[in-house]
């Protein structure tokens, strides 16, 4: 008899060890959990069928954004498709690719610096030099723990995420500035910014602290997260370059579709380029 489709917590579980099996991050291993117990509790019991799964799937078109109900669905359907039941898999939202980004969600360049400054201002040293380091370098929160002391005397970071292996060069001032730093620590070797009990900092250390700089720097909270930081080094680095493919090398990115939504540019900054090729003659 085939096995009856259900969701539990020893299938829940099973599923989390095979993914550990596959290397995934523990990123991605909390984000898996967390989801796979949201639908879990959402069934009550019930059994999990086509129908649920289409019903779930609209009460989370009624609560989040588009691309949250997407990661949530890829996420319950990578259990189906590990459990055998394909066949009950539902679709994802069809979302089409904005040309433009959200200039209320997306950090500039001057914003970037007044975060800096007030961190600066405040004597908080480690939030500046955290916030530069992501913002120079372009690497994700979760990578910041590769920037030893090892690192910043040599010149590059080893990257070790998701499975893949990449080198991250350090600008020679971002290399001064953390020198400097490591001194003042007294650290020769490991992470560069640890907490007080010497493990690396975290995502949530750093989100918090970045939030606690935007009053000051009149920056809204909706634009001050890491991530963000990661963005605003793309889209200058794009800027600059020009190259898609190295800069999808330099991000970790595996598809340049990827890369290229982290490039977008504002809807003011496409026209002026608009406005700039001269084809108005009356």
């Not at 099973?14 to 290397?23: D, G, K, P, S, V």
């Not at 950090?107 to 201002?121: G, I, K, M």
Request: hydrophobic letters at 40%; aromatic letters at 8%.
């Amino acid at each position: 008899m085939p096995r009856k489709q259900s969701i539990n917590e020893s299938l829940i579980i099973r599923y989390i060890t095979y993914l550990r099996e596959q290397e995934r991050s523990e990123a991605t291993i909390r984000k898996y959990t967390h989801d796979l117990w949201e639908f879990c509790m959402y069934l009550q019991g019930n059994p999990l069928t086509k129908t649920a799964l289409i019903d779930w799937k609209q009460m989370l078109i009624s609560r989040f954004a588009p691309s949250t109900v997407n990661s949530m669905l890829a996420v319950i359907n990578g259990y189906l498709r590990f459990m055998g039941w394909q066949k009950i898999c539902v679709k994802l939202l069809r979302i089409q690719r904005s040309l433009f980004l959200d200039e209320k969600k997306e950090l500039t360049r001057e914003e970037y610096v007044r975060l800096v400054r007030v961190a600066q201002s405040q004597e908080n040293e480690r939030l500046s030099l955290v916030i530069q380091t992501i913002c120079a370098t372009g690497i994700r929160v979760s990578e910041l723990q590769f920037i030893t002391a090892e690192a910043v005397y040599c010149g590059k970071a080893e990257i070790n995420n998701k499975g893949k292996v990449r080198i991250v060069f350090l600008p020679e001032k971002l290399r001064r500035l953390l020198k400097g730093y490591l001194r003042k620590q007294k650290k020769t070797a490991g992470a560069v910014f640890t907490t007080r009990t010497g493990k690396p900092l975290d995502r949530s250390n750093i989100w918090r602290d970045m939030k606690a700089l935007c009053e000051c720097a009149g920056v809204s909270p909706e634009k001050v997260f890491p991530h963000n930081l990661r963005h605003l080094f793309a889209r200058t680095f794009y800027t600059v370059e020009r190259d898609l493919s190295r800069l999808a090398d330099i991000l970790g990115h595996s598809s340049l579709t990827t890369t290229r939504i982290y490039t977008a540019e504002s809807g003011l900054i496409h026209a002026c380029q608009m406005g700039r090729l001269g084809l108005i003659i009356t």
